[in-house]
């Protein structure tokens, strides 16, 4: 679900400027957009090793179309020797072997 972050959302511009001046089609769009999802999941999934631990105040949680939808304030981010303290996370949670 890394959809809303800044670089993808400048790779889907990228897309649909592309579309837009016809040099691709829609389809190839989102078939390339479909295949970096998965080559980027599987590369966290493969690559990333390291552990955060989070902690904070639970202000408002959601569960809708199967995905958890929770706020929090307050929160400490731990790892190892570092710490990140930030007032509100948004954390949104789905079941990517789903999509």
Known sequence: MWRNETSELSTSRYFENFTRTQQITPQ???????????????ALAQRVRNRISF???LNTYRF????????????????V????KVDKVKIVACDGKST
């Open 28 to 42: 190839l769009a989102l078939q390339v957009l479909l295949q970096f999802d998965k080559a980027i999941n599987t």
């Open 81 to 84: 020797m570092d710490l990140v």
């Open 55 to 57: 902690r904070g105040s």
């Open 64 to 79: 809708c179309d199967n995905v958890w939808t929770f706020v929090l304030n307050d929160v400490e981010f731990r790892e």
